[in-house]
């Protein structure tokens, strides 16, 4: 009842573009805040970008502002991470969640086991 489908993911080099796709299917995600996390090899999985089922604003990790951009199509039930400047150390599966909260901020806060849903990630490579 509910997946999020990731793609998108693929090697680029340094200082070019990307855009991941979040696809969900079984139900409408219309109203629920969505997410990007990512997780390095041997690294913690980390808060990337949100943004709101309830307004539409936005949030993102301080590591990525000003070159990542989230948005969402709810008719394709969609979420997409435009994926600008790309540096190395963005290198990562990156992960598509869901969650029944209200801001954008409150994605950043939650854990594995707060998220209502999660993709299976998509690996994105970032050569130097």
């Known amino acids: 009842q509910g997946q999020l489908v990731e793609s998108g993911g693929r090697t680029v080099q340094a200082g070019g573009s990307l855009r991941l796709s979040c696809a969900g299917s079984?139900?409408?995600?219309?109203?629920?805040?969505m997410g990007w996390f990512r997780q390095a090899p041997g690294k913690e999985r980390e808060f990337v970008a949100s943004?709101?089922?309830?307004?539409?604003?936005?949030y993102y990790a301080d590591s990525v502002k000003g070159r990542f951009t989230i948005s969402r199509d709810n008719a394709k039930n969609t979420v997409y991470l435009q994926m600008n400047s790309l540096k190395p150390e963005d290198t990562a599966v990156y992960y598509c969640?869901?969650?029944?909260?209200?801001?954008?901020?409150?994605?950043?806060?939650?854990?594995?086991?707060?998220?209502?849903?999660w993709g299976k990630g998509t690996l994105v490579t970032v050569s130097s």
């Open positions: 969640a869901a969650a029944r909260v209200t801001t954008a901020q409150a994605m950043e806060l939650l854990n594995y086991y707060g998220m209502n849903y």
């Open positions: 943004i709101s089922w309830s307004d539409g604003n936005t």
């Open positions: 079984g139900r409408t995600f219309s109203n629920y805040t």
